[in-house]
C-alpha cells in the first residue's frame, strides 16, 4: 500500500560517504579544514560529492529520456514538474529543446572528475574553489571587500547576507562569484559561516541513520511545519545541504552560469508551467534551483534503500 510521507528536516547528506578530498575540479579552502575537528573537513567533502552525484545521476537518466530508453514514469514526472508545463509530457523531453538542461547537468558532472592545477588555482576557470568562512576579505573605504590574493571584490551587501543584522533577518546560506572580468579565474563558491555550523550540528548525516519517527503524513507535515515556522512543501526541507551545493555549483563558470528565477519546490513548479524556452535566461532550465530540485527527486526516486515518488506538489509517497 502507497502512502504519504515527509521525510524530517535535518540532513546534512542523503546519500553515500565522501569519494575523497583531491583530484577533484574543486577544491576545499583551508578555511574548511580545522584541527579542532576534522569532521568539517569531512562532511563539507561529503556534501560536495552527494552534490555531484546527484547531478550525475540526473544526467544519466535525462539521456535515458532523450534516447527513448526512459521507461520509469516517476523520472519522467520529475523532470515534468520542474521543467514542461501542464499541457506536455515525456514526449516533449528532446533536443534540442532540452540541450541547456543536459550540458549543465554534464558539466557539473565533468567538474567532479576534473584535475584542478592547484599551483595557480584562482586562474583556473575549469575550478570551484570552496571557502566555509569570509575571514580573508578587507573591507575597502567605498565599503566593498576585498580579497586580494584572488584579485575578488565583492559589494557589501553579499558580504552583509552571511552576517545578518537582527534575529529576523533573512540569512544567506550560500552564494558564487564568477568573475567576469577575469574569464581566466576560478569560480568562488562561500558557504556562510552559521550554515557551516549548522552542518557541523545536523542531527542525521545521512538517509539510513533517519528514525522511523521521521517519516511523517501530510497531517503531522502540517503541524510540524507550523511549529517550525517553515513556509514551503515538504521537499523545500530534504536535502538542504546537498541540494543547496547543488544550485550553487550550477552557477559557476564551467557548470554554465544558471541564474536566480525562483526558489522552493511550488515557485520553481510555476516557472516551468510559463514553457520559457530554455535558451533563455528566465527559463527553468536555466534555474539553478529547478535543476537542483530536479536531481534531488530523481535521486529520492532511485535510492535504494526506500525509494520516495515527488508528487507534483512536493509530497512523497513510498514507491
Known amino acids: 500500500m502507497k502512502s504519504l510521507v515527509f521525510v524530517l528536516a535535518g540532513l546534512t547528506c542523503l546519500f553515500g560517504q565522501s569519494m575523497g578530498l583531491s583530484e577533484k575540479g574543486w577544491i576545499l579552502d583551508d578555511s574548511c579544514k580545522t584541527s579542532k575537528d576534522p569532521r568539517k573537513e569531512n562532511l563539507i567533502a561529503q556534501m560536495a560529492d552527494s552534490a555531484f552525484e546527484m547531478a550525475n545521476l540526473a544526467h544519466d537518466e535525462l539521456e535515458k529520456q532523450l534516447s527513448g530508453k526512459q521507461k520509469d514514469v516517476d523520472i519522467q514526472n520529475a523532470l515534468k514538474w520542474m521543467f514542461l508545463p501542464d499541457n506536455k509530457g515525456p514526449k516533449d523531453i528532446v533536443l534540442p529543446e532540452f540541450d541547456k538542461l543536459r550540458s549543465t547537468l554534464q558539466n557539473v558532472t565533468e567538474l567532479s572528475k576534473r584535475l584542478p592545477d592547484t599551483t595557480s588555482r584562482w586562474k583556473n576557470p575549469n575550478v570551484v574553489i570552496i571557502y566555509c568562512t569570509l575571514d580573508r576579505f578587507k573591507k575597502r ?155 534531488l527527486a530523481i535521486r529520492l526516486n532511485k535510492y535504494r534503500q526506500r525509494p520516495l515518488r515527488v508528487l507534483e506538489d512536493g509530497m512523497f509517497e513510498i514507491k
Open 141 to 295: 573605504k567605498n565599503g566593498d571587500w576585498s580579497d586580494k590574493a584572488a584579485k575578488l571584490v565583492i559589494p557589501d551587501a553579499d558580504y552583509q547576507a552571511c552576517f545578518p543584522q537582527t534575529p529576523n533577518a533573512k540569512k544567506g546560506v550560500a552564494w558564487t562569484n564568477v568573475q567576469y572580468n577575469h574569464p581566466e579565474h576560478a569560480s568562488h563558491l562561500q558557504l556562510c559561516p552559521w550554515w557551516v555550523d549548522l552542518i557541523m550540528e545536523a542531527k542525521y548525516v545521512t538517509f539510513k541513520d533517519l528514525p522511523k519517527k521521521a517519516l511523517l503524513g501530510p497531517a503531522e507535515w502540517e503541524r510540524k511545519m507550523k511549529q517550525a515556522g517553515w513556509n514551503g512543501v515538504p521537499i523545500d526541507t530534504v536535502g538542504l545541504f546537498d541540494r543547496t551545493f547543488l544550485h550553487e555549483l550550477t552557477h559557476t563558470r564551467y557548470a554554465g552560469e544558471t541564474f536566480d528565477n525562483a526558489y522552493k519546490w511550488k515557485p520553481c513548479r510555476d516557472l516551468a508551467k510559463k514553457d520559457i524556452p530554455g535558451i533563455d535566461e528566465k527559463s527553468a532550465q536555466r534555474n539553478a534551483d529547478s535543476i537542483a530540485f530536479a536531481g
